[in-house]
């Protein structure tokens, strides 16, 4: 408390250099300011759903798209050649850059000055930097675009391969069902007292013949159920993704 009153006789005498000393830090910083070039940050957030089309129908027989590690997925996906070509030419670079040495170069810079994180369960959050601002609008937006056109293609890949499995099942078990009923066919043709009270074994493989057959109906009629169903959603997947 003794030293308040002569710190502050030491401030009233050396206001002016104190005063000297402030605003000269302010312009400098004001100055590196000036200096520093621009930077502007375009982000976009995507809401990823969880549900999937076909996880009804393919219970127990096929694995739907994982949503465990988003932001790596995403970063696999707009990452990919064929999406940094389409952000290249977005960006304007494809014009400049006709060099493939060139547009790597541009792509890797592109990819360090992107981020992509997971702020959310369901979330995933694409941003991009650049020293223009409209670029770095256009850019952004063209990733959200094009990582959202490729998961719903990817999406339609994985149940178009749902949709010809179910398919492929039902030709096989409407095969089995077929082959059954032939040789039940061919069985009682060649057997003419293969009825009541004819022998135990024979009754046996009748009973065995139908049963496979009556197996083959409700496995049949399932998968067509399910063929169906799934027929019914794939013309209609894009509105509801």
């Known amino acids: 408390l003794q030293l308040v009153p002569v710190l502050l006789a030491e401030l009233r005498r050396r206001v002016f250099g104190l005063c000297i000393g402030f605003a000269a830090v302010a312009l400098l910083a004001l100055l590196v300011g000036l200096m520093v070039p621009k930077k502007y940050v375009s982000g976009t957030t995507i809401l990823a759903g969880e549900a999937n089309i076909i996880t009804p129908l393919m219970e127990g027989r096929a694995v739907p798209t994982g949503v465990a590690d988003r932001a790596r997925i995403a970063r696999e996906v707009i990452f990919s050649r064929k999406v940094m070509g389409e952000v290249?030419?977005?960006?304007?670079?494809?014009?400049?850059?006709?060099?493939?040495?060139?547009?790597?170069?541009?792509?890797?810079?592109?990819?360090?000055?992107?981020?992509?994180?997971?702020?959310?369960?369901n979330l995933i959050e694409i941003s991009y930097t650049d020293?223009?601002?409209?670029?770095?609008?256009?850019?952004?937006?063209?990733?959200?675009?094009?990582?959202?056109?490729?998961?719903?293609?990817?999406?339609?890949?994985?149940?178009?391969e749902a949709y010809e499995f179910i398919d492929s099942q039902v030709r096989e078990y409407h095969a089995k069902l077929t082959d059954a009923e032939d040789r039940l066919k061919e069985f009682r043709a060649?057997?003419?007292?293969?009825?009541?009270?004819?022998?135990?074994?024979?009754?046996?493989?009748?009973?065995?013949?139908?049963?496979?057959?009556?197996?083959?109906?409700?496995?049949?009629?399932?998968?067509?159920?399910?063929?169906?169903?799934?027929?019914?959603?794939?013309?209609?997947e894009a509105e509801v993704s």
């Open 131 to 160: 020293k223009e601002p409209e670029r770095a609008f256009r850019v952004a937006q063209r990733f959200a675009e094009l990582f959202m056109e490729e998961s719903l293609a990817a999406k339609e890949r994985e149940s178009r």
């Open 88 to 121: 290249l030419e977005a960006g304007g670079w494809s014009e400049e850059l006709q060099d493939p040495i060139a547009r790597e170069r541009a792509a890797e810079q592109i990819k360090q000055r992107t981020r992509v994180s997971s702020p959310g369960p």
């Open 190 to 236: 060649g057997n003419q007292d293969a009825g009541p009270g004819s022998d135990t074994d024979v009754r046996t493989r009748i009973a065995g013949l139908r049963t496979s057959i009556e197996q083959a109906r409700t496995e049949l009629s399932e998968l067509r159920m399910r063929e169906s169903s799934l027929q019914g959603q794939l013309s209609g």
